[in-house]
């Protein structure tokens, strides 16, 4: 997970504070030498909404994860721009924070002190506060009795829900999730889903959620973005009206399934121009 966080609270209620948009505009990327350079994202255009959550999906390997480090500040548009409520984003900032794939978490501190680590070193809160807004979070995330756990303690989804708080405790004004639930097992998965999305639920944060699961996406979100084949375009946004608060049931709507049938027809096209042009050049 990214280090980065945003300015402090001072109560759980105050966490609902990430309303805020990003635009990109015309962005490109590409990696690679001048004469061997691999073009990955192509005048990608897209708005990610105040309070709400966008989903972006798109065959394996488009460069979903590129546009989300780019979001992060991590890497650099070559071409276009990318603002966060109207400001350039130029690099890695202290409005936004990334759960990645890998879990991050310091595995020579526990749970509480792995939530503590980012206030306590630029001396937002006291540290009575700063403690029990810690071990409030803990008990919302369902880990107040493995407080006082470390990381290899923990299992994989208690480590997610750990990472998830670490989170929502430096108040960042965006939160970005790049496949955050990879490599769970079948039981997990859908328990941080769940989890995630209560929390989501209860704040409204502004929120970009990676993820190669259609159905996990329409699960999550307010709106689906479908990314092309490498280099990655828009396809299609799709809006997700399932009413909130969310139920795994709803994916068994038949508004669910017509936007997952959409979702799976853009990608098949788009998984079939990857085999096309792999063939070609071999």
Excluded at 97 to 107: N, S
Excluded at 129 to 149: H, P, Q, R, S, T
Excluded at 191 to 210: G, Y
């Amino acid at each position: 997970m990214s280090m980065t966080s945003a300015a402090s609270g001072h109560a759980t209620q105050d966490y609902a504070v990430g309303k805020s948009k990003v635009n990109l505009n015309h962005v490109s990327k590409g990696f690679g030498e001048e004469w061997e350079r691999e073009e990955v994202v192509k005048d990608l255009t897209f708005e990610i909404k105040p309070g709400l959550l966008t989903a972006m999906v798109g065959p394996s390997g488009c460069g979903k994860s590129t546009i989300a480090n780019m979001v992060a500040g991590y890497e650099t548009p070559d071409t276009g721009e990318i603002l966060l409520n109207g400001k350039k984003v130029t690099g890695p900032g202290k409005d936004r924070m990334v759960v990645f794939q890998e879990t991050a978490l310091m595995p020579w501190q526990t749970a509480r002190e792995n939530l503590r680590f980012g206030p306590r070193i630029r001396r937002e809160m006291r540290n009575r506060e700063l403690n029990k807004i810690a071990d409030e979070l803990l008990v919302k995330v369902g880990l107040g009795d493995f407080k006082d756990k470390y990381p290899s303690q923990l299992s994989g989804g208690m480590q997610r829900r750990a990472e998830l708080a670490r989170a929502i405790i430096n108040q960042p004004v965006l939160l970005i999730m790049d496949e955050p639930f990879r490599g769970l097992d079948a039981m997990s998965r859908p328990l941080m889903q769940e989890f995630f999305l209560k929390l989501f639920e209860e704040n409204r944060r502004t929120n970009l959620f990676v993820t190669s699961e259609v159905e996990e996406a329409i699960f999550l979100a307010d709106r689906l973005v479908v990314l092309s084949n490498r280099p990655a375009r828009v396809r299609a946004i799709i809006d997700i009206p399932l009413p909130r608060p969310r139920k795994l049931s709803m994916l068994n709507s038949p508004e669910a399934y017509e936007i997952k049938r959409e979702a799976m027809e853009l990608l098949h096209e788009e998984a079939m121009k990857s085999f096309s042009q792999t063939r070609a050049k071999a």
